[in-house]
């Protein structure tokens, strides 16, 4: 669905709000992505027309925003790669979550990792562990920016935060994705268990708010 109505004005012009998935997929145009209520007001996050990568926005009241510096490295790939898609909070804080390229790998292709950043009051930003059950596989190319898996969605939970999304075994297209879920206590840290996740394709905003009663 479209949040621009909700977060407008923090990117200029909030007639112009993007759908979720046209501002994810061409992130350079522009626009807000997701918004989330918490514990020291509004935390929003989209991608700036200033084309600078992912940014971060925070406000008491909805009415006055500030922008918010995250640290995506210092270079293009760190900037231009990084997706954030999806907040969500709850008593604790704030938790973001999307996918980072990894373009170390010695791979033919570069490689996805699920990435989450967490906040207590949307204004420091930590990025979560980057452990073994963030591997999410190859990227396809696409001529353009490489269709990567990551986390899609995120939800406050009974013990936590539960984020859901999608995983790929092979950089060929065509080949369908798996679903992927993920269980954190405190954000920082995310347990990866696809149990029960007999089928293929993607998780998104749909499934991550019943992902947690799902697994009980």
């Known amino acids: 669905g479209r949040v621009g109505r909700h ?13 979720v998935d046209e501002a994810v997929e061409h992130p350079c145009a522009g626009g807000p992505v997701d918004v989330a209520a918490g514990p020291a007001g509004l935390v929003a996050i989209g991608y700036p027309y ?3 990568g992912a940014g971060i926005w925070r406000s008491a009241d ?3 925003w ?3 510096q995250v640290d995506l490295g210092t270079t293009p790939a760190g900037k231009f790669y990084t997706r954030m898609v999806a907040v969500a909070a709850n008593q604790q804080g704030y938790t973001i979550v999307g996918h980072v390229v990894d373009f170390v790998d010695p791979g033919p292709k570069p490689r996805a990792r699920a990435a989450a950043w967490t906040s207590p009051d949307g204004v420091p930003w930590t990025r ?3 452990a073994s059950d963030m591997d999410v ?3 396809v190319e696409t001529g353009e920016d490489p269709d990567c898996p990551g986390m899609l969605a995120v939800a406050p939970s009974a013990t936590g935060f539960v984020a859901v999304g999608h995983a790929r075994s092979t950089p060929e297209p065509g080949i369908p994705d798996q679903p992927a879920a993920w ?9 990866r268990s696809d149990a029960g996740l007999d089928f293929a394709g993607r998780l998104d905003a749909r499934e991550a708010a ?3 009663y799902l697994r009980r």
């Open 210 to 212: 019943i992902a947690d």
């Open 62 to 64: 909805g009415l006055t």
């Open 50 to 52: 200033d084309q600078q």
């Open 66 to 68: 500030e922008r918010v």
């Open 183 to 191: 269980t954190s206590r405190d954000g920082r840290t995310w347990t």
């Open 128 to 130: 979560a562990v980057d």
């Open 137 to 139: 596989g190859p990227c």
């Open 7 to 19: 977060v407008g004005g923090i990117l200029d012009e909030h007639e112009r709000g993007l759908g």
